[in-house]
């Protein structure tokens, strides 16, 4: 009988397989896809290297949280250089366990006074 795994023996994640679990929540996507979507939601502050990012999807192949997809946009059709992934529910479960990790951290950074609008006033020690 296979047992199911917790989502939270996975977690914590690395940022770049959290960036790419993010990506696949909006739709299957091709490896130059995700590097162009995580670049575009940093703003230019960080840079997915293509090698970073196979390794990423391997591991998170391995693990079951994404799976390679035949399925292919129109304009990619024929193009077999092209390799889509799709988030697997075992991986939306991973992400969001991770998503609420880190809410947790966000929220004890604002605490203290580590971002903007948090206890503007406070002084450091």
């Known amino acids: 009988m ?3 795994r917790s989502p939270t023996e996975l977690i914590p994640l690395r940022a770049v397989e959290f960036e790419i679990l993010l990506v696949l929540t909006g739709g299957d996507a091709h490896g130059y896809a ?6 575009a939601r940093a703003n230019g502050e ?8 196979y ?3 391997r591991r998170l192949t391995a693990d079951g ?6 399925e292919k946009r ?3 059709v024929g193009d077999e250089r092209r390799r889509y992934f799709t988030i ?4 939306r479960e991973v992400a969001t366990a991770e998503a609420r990790r880190l809410a947790t951290q966000v929220d004890a950074a604002r605490s203290r ?3 903007d609008g948090a206890h503007a006033g406070r002084a450091s020690q």
């Open 65 to 70: 949280l994404v799976k390679p997809t035949e």
């Open 55 to 57: 390794r990423a999807l």
């Open 46 to 53: 960080s840079r997915i290297e293509t090698g970073t990012l």
């Open 113 to 115: 006074a580590l971002l």
């Open 74 to 76: 129109a304009e990619d």
């Open 34 to 39: 995700i590097i162009k979507e995580a670049e």
């Open 88 to 91: 697997t529910a075992f991986g």
């Open 2 to 4: 296979v047992q199911k």
